[in-house]
């Protein structure tokens, strides 16, 4: 999508866990675009100085950053306030954050291991929402949610997080429902794997590596092809999608299976003779 094709100046996106991956991609693709972007971080995840050479490169207007835990309510009510100190509203809402346990057994499970998943990777995307609506009085006119195709195909491990985000992508119909009188187009996005450091502290360094031997490099989604989806979303082009899930996967999620596996190895083998 070409960056003179929209324009966002005057616009404010608030992202959490925007300081890197793909909530920072998704900061990029608004903010070369002209809007004022706003990234929420926790843990001392980020590195400022390299954030604003990135977005300087790319043109992007200088982004503000905050600290505030997704899964606290207290934090989200200072950081909103902290927020109404540098600008008069939040036009769009990306709910970025997921955290949750690694699953490597039917004894791993627990329910506080669960909730924890809901608390970042579901909750804030209704929590933040009343919060900012209390803080400026109005809501954002576009709100994503972030979810991945965890709960549709099995991912080692990923069980907390497959079922957050479950719980997410049927909240978003209901919030659809909820905010309907109020013109808000809310929605979830979710793609296949995309190579972040998320996805390599979820699944370990050797998963890109393994990959290699089975599956092309466009199996994988560039962040910027998500970000570029959102960035659509939230165009104005498109607002007539509301309460829905959206997947960005090239289509490939349809037909990566065992069969297609054996299919490319039959290939392999028949360009070997």
């Not at 793609?191 to 590596?209: C, H, N, P, V, Y």
């Not at 996967?249 to 360009?271: A, P, V």
Request: proline share 2%; net charge neutral; charged share 25%.
């Amino acid at each position: 999508m070409s960056n003179t094709l929209l324009d966002f100046s005057g616009k404010v996106v608030l992202i959490t866990g925007g300081t890197r991956g793909i909530g920072l991609q998704i900061g990029l693709s608004f903010a070369k675009r002209g809007a004022l972007c706003i990234l929420t971080y926790n843990w001392g995840d980020h590195d400022e100085d390299a954030i604003f050479k990135s977005f300087e490169e790319n043109n992007a207007t200088k982004p503000l950053f905050f600290q505030a835990d997704a899964s606290k309510t207290d934090d989200t009510k200072t950081l909103l306030e902290q927020i109404k100190q540098k600008v008069a509203k939040i036009d769009i809402f990306i709910s970025n954050v997921s955290v949750a346990s690694s699953v490597t057994s039917f004894e791993d499970l627990s329910l506080k291991g669960l909730k924890q998943s809901i608390s970042y990777s579901t909750w804030p995307m209704v929590g933040y929402t009343k919060e900012i609506y209390k803080t400026f009085g109005f809501y954002p006119k576009y709100i994503i949610g972030i979810s991945s195709t965890g709960p549709d195909n099995y991912s080692m491990g990923y069980d907390y997080v497959a079922a957050s985000k479950s719980i997410l992508e049927v909240f978003v119909k209901y919030l659809n429902y909820h905010l309907r009188a109020h013109e808000v187009c809310i929605n979830v996005v979710r793609s296949r794997a995309i190579k972040t450091k998320s996805l390599e502290d979820t699944f370990g360094k050797e998963l890109s590596e393994f990959a290699k031997k089975f599956i092309p490099e466009n199996y994988w989604i560039e962040p910027e092809e998500l970000s570029e989806a959102i960035v659509g979303l939230c165009s104005g082009y498109c607002d007539s999608i509301s309460g829905e899930t959206i997947t960005v996967d090239k289509g490939t999620t349809f037909f990566d299976n065992l069969m297609e596996i054996y299919n490319r190895s039959q290939k392999k083998t028949l360009k070997s003779l």
